[in-house]
T-cell receptor, first 113, second 114 residues
Framework: DAKTTQPTSMDCAEGRAANLPCNHSTISGNEYVYWYRQIHSQGPQYIIH???NNETNEMASLIITEDRKSSTLILPHATLRDTAVYYC??????????????FGQGTTLQVKP | AAGVIQSPRHLIKEKRETATLKCYPI?????VYWYQQGPGQDPQFLIS???????DKGSIPDRFSAQQFSDYHSELNMSSLELGDSALYFC?????????????FGQGTRLTVV
């Protein structure tokens, strides 16, 4: 399984963009990059995933570098409700993997008024 | 939209007792995952089921067992409870395909062993 490195914590002002980086230099060619977040003591919540192209959905954007060794999750207009622990998780396609998520350290994002 | 339902939400048990946690996946989801999250820890994968068969196993103690039933709901059975079993237990479900789809998590069961 690919190892990831994320900052332990980050602050962001409300209304500004939050950019959360993740290094996954050992990621395999067929592994997707998934992002989940966990608001205090709630169940983790899926945000977005991608393989090599940038992705955008209603929650966030995902920028993956061309060499796929790192990615950045962007929350375009952070709100207080975005305060959470954010996890970057490489995951092989289903046929190579059962879909289990390995949660690493994650980044605690604190959005401040 | 229907979400993953876990019951009970809170459970208090004494040492050496048994506990059963239930998980009802999203309709038409065929895979269920169980995770344990101790205080201040990240969620740890315990076990998963696909189409009622165990598909993967993580750091699940031998005192714990689980199964997925014909209606796809799953139960986690925990025996000889220890103080260290106090944690949040999350269930997640997903619909499998030729590539991974996202897993949806329930709100968890908070187990306290006293």
């Amino acid at each position: 399984d690919a190892k990831t490195t994320q900052p332990t914590s980050m602050d962001c002002a409300e209304g500004r963009a939050a950019n959360l980086p993740c290094n996954h230099s050992t990621i395999s060619g067929n592994e997707y990059v998934y992002w989940y977040r966990q608001i205090h003591s709630q169940g983790p919540q899926y945000i977005i995933h991608g393989l090599k192209n940038n992705e955008t959905n209603e929650m966030a954007s995902l920028i993956i570098t061309e060499d796929r060794k790192s990615s950045t999750l962007i929350l375009p207009h952070a709100t207080l409700r975005d305060t959470a622990v954010y996890y970057c998780i490489p995951l092989p396609p289903f046929l190579s993997n059962t879909g289990k998520l390995i949660f690493g350290q994650g980044t605690t994002l604190q959005v401040k008024p | 939209a229907a979400g993953v339902i876990q019951s009970p939400r809170h459970l208090i048990k004494e040492k050496r007792e048994t506990a059963t946690l239930k998980c009802y996946p999203i309709p038409r989801h065929d895979t269920v995952y169980w995770y344990q999250q101790g205080p201040g820890q990240d969620p740890q994968f315990l076990i998963s089921f696909y189409e009622k068969m165990q598909s993967d196993k993580g750091s699940i103690p031998d005192r714990f067992s689980a199964q997925q039933f014909s209606d796809y709901h799953s139960e986690l059975n925990m025996s000889s409870l220890e103080l260290g079993d106090s944690a949040l237990y999350f269930c997640a479900s997903s619909a499998t395909g030729d590539q991974n789809t996202e897993a949806f998590f329930g709100q968890g069961t908070r187990l306290t062993v006293v």
